[in-house]
């Protein structure tokens, strides 16, 4: 059904939707939940998204943990929904307790092994590519970077 809605007008509507969860999720004060995948291809590269809402910069695909859903579901189903690309292998690197608009939140990172090109819909997500480690966006966002960190760590 929300596909119907005219990308321009989607991508608008997500902004709003982005600073009325700010506000709630400081409101509120309940710990979230969401996960973060490093989804790497075959030559080693590293995938990342642009979001048509909230602060620029490129990010790790991720997003909230839906009502009942498993970490691992959420971290597929987001990685399928941001690039359109499912993971052949996708394993927990850890958890991250932070804070999130002002409320606690707990990031799973999961590393996980895709093949193919990515694709953006053009509507959350207008840009989806892979960077070899070495070379990635001085506008990679301090969160990516800090769960980046986490996996670096774990894997070398």
């Known amino acids: 059904m929300l596909r119907l809605i005219p990308a321009p007008l989607y991508r608008m509507l997500l902004k709003i939707a982005h600073r009325l969860r700010h506000h709630v999720r400081k409101w509120r004060g309940v710990t979230g939940e969401g996960v973060s995948v490093i989804a790497r ?29 498993a970490p691992d579901a959420a971290a597929q189903r987001e990685l399928r929904e941001e690039t359109g690309l499912a993971s052949q292998e996708l394993t927990l690197v850890g958890a991250i307790e932070e804070e999130l608009s002002g409320a606690p939140h707990r990031a799973h990172v999961f ?12 509507r959350e997500v207008v840009e ?8 990635l966006p001085q506008d990679l966002t301090s969160r990516s970077r800090t769960r980046l960190a986490i996996w670096r760590g774990r894997t070398d």
């Open 111 to 122: 590393n996980a092994l895709v093949q193919g090109e990515p694709r953006a819909d053009g």
């Open 41 to 69: 291809n075959g030559q080693g590269e590293i995938l990342l998204v642009r979001h048509s809402y909230g602060p620029a910069g490129w990010y790790l695909p991720g997003g909230g943990i839906g009502w009942n859903e």
């Open 128 to 135: 989806a590519r892979f960077f070899a480690p070495d070379a």
